[in-house]
Nanobody, 126 residues
């Protein structure tokens, strides 16, 4: 049974930092592209960042470039999202997702990912 378990969310002031983790089990982690998405109240779930199986290719949505960093540890079957210079508009539930053989132009699509975590809340106060 595949499980993705996010952690590290919380309440932080604007300008602060958080590090999200997503621990995977039940799958060959090193074979999967890993993504982070977020969903704010009343909005659709949106792509945030993705990292290919080897960690050699990273992708970000424009609004987080230069502030967020995605990384992975295949030995630990964990993907991370470092969130710096947080803004109130970053407030959302953050989800990690795993996809197999995701091509570059499909990274931002939710249906490219077959497994999802339960999410972790990030709240940024102004």
């Amino acid at each position: 049974q595949v499980q993705l378990v996010e952690s590290g969310g919380g309440l932080v002031q604007a300008g602060g930092s958080l590090r999200l983790s997503c621990a995977a089990s039940g799958l060959t982690f090193s074979s999967y592209t890993m993504g982070w998405f977020r969903q704010a109240p009343g909005k659709e779930r949106e792509f945030v960042a993705a990292i290919t199986w080897s960690g050699s290719n990273l992708y970000y949505t424009d609004s987080v470039k230069g502030r967020f960093t995605i990384s992975r540890d295949n030995d630990e079957s964990t993907v991370y999202l470092q969130l710096n210079s947080l803004k109130p508009e970053d407030t959302a539930v953050y989800y990690c997702a795993a996809g197999l053989l995701v091509v570059e132009n499909a990274l931002k699509r939710r249906n490219s990912y077959m497994y999802w975590g339960q999410g972790t809340q990030v709240t940024v106060s102004s």
